[in-house]
């Protein structure tokens, strides 16, 4: 999978795909991340990106010309399955999405600043929109790691066994059962029996009714 994130502060998302999973999908080219830097693409002697909005009002606009060129380039490039502009006023991010998207080629990640861009980008090249949840960042940077990092786990050789995915929290609209490792007394705390019992089939059985009960009381929308 290739993504392609344009920014104008691409500096800000290194760090997450120079560690641990993310870093070994890039080692074993799994996935490839190719940062923009929007400011390359920006008008005039002072590489503008940004102006007032029309009609008045607070906030700058990031305008179209840079965005179009920068997005035109790309896609003269190769085929892109999804152009997703990370913004607060997206579809709400959430495992099915993606599920989806986990299984695409190319992807276009775009990170809005100041106000956010000029809506004919929007029309013009923007397929999906997507925000990581009912509040507002400071750019879609770090929404755009968020939505990488989840994606890119999904690749098939990312993750070994035990990381499995198959496992996660929202796979199968549950969360998670409790999970328990040595000693299995701590301070008078013990671990529950069936746990120790080596018995699979109820070992299942119980890590099945404890998502259902936990998911109740946390999540009871998932459930519906
Ligand atoms: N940009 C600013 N806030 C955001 C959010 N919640 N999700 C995605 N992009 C954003």
Not at 93 to 106: A, D, F
Request: proline fraction near 5%; charge should be negative; charged fraction near 30%.
């Amino acid at each position: 999978m290739r993504i392609d994130i344009i920014s104008v502060l691409p500096e800000l998302m290194e760090s997450p795909f120079k560690a641990s999973i993310l870093k070994r999908a890039m080692d074993k080219g799994l996935a490839e991340i190719h940062f923009h830097q929007l400011r390359d693409f920006g008008l005039g002697k002072y590489r503008q990106i940004d102006d007032e909005p029309y009609g008045g009002g607070a906030g700058m606009v990031m305008m179209i010309e840079p965005l179009d060129n920068c997005i035109s380039q790309l896609k003269s490039q190769r085929d892109y399955d999804e152009v997703i502009y990370l913004t607060p006023d997206g579809e709400t991010l959430n495992q099915k999405i993606v599920n989806t998207l986990s299984i695409k080629n190319n992807l276009i990640f775009l990170c809005g600043h100041y106000k956010g861009i000029d809506q004919r980008v929007r029309d013009l090249h923007i397929t999906k929109e997507i925000s990581i949840g009912d509040y507002v960042l400071t750019g879609g940077e770090l929404a755009a790691c968020v939505l990488a990092d989840s994606v890119i786990r999904l690749l098939p050789g990312v993750l070994n066994d035990e990381q499995s995915a198959l496992t996660d929290s929202f796979q199968d609209d549950l969360l998670s059962p409790p999970i328990y490792t040595r000693p299995d007394e701590y301070k008078g705390l013990k671990v529950p029996e069936v746990l120790l019992s080596g018995n699979f089939k109820k070992i299942e059985d119980w890590r099945h009714d404890e998502a259902v009960r936990i998911t109740q009381k946390k999540r009871p929308d998932l459930l519906e």
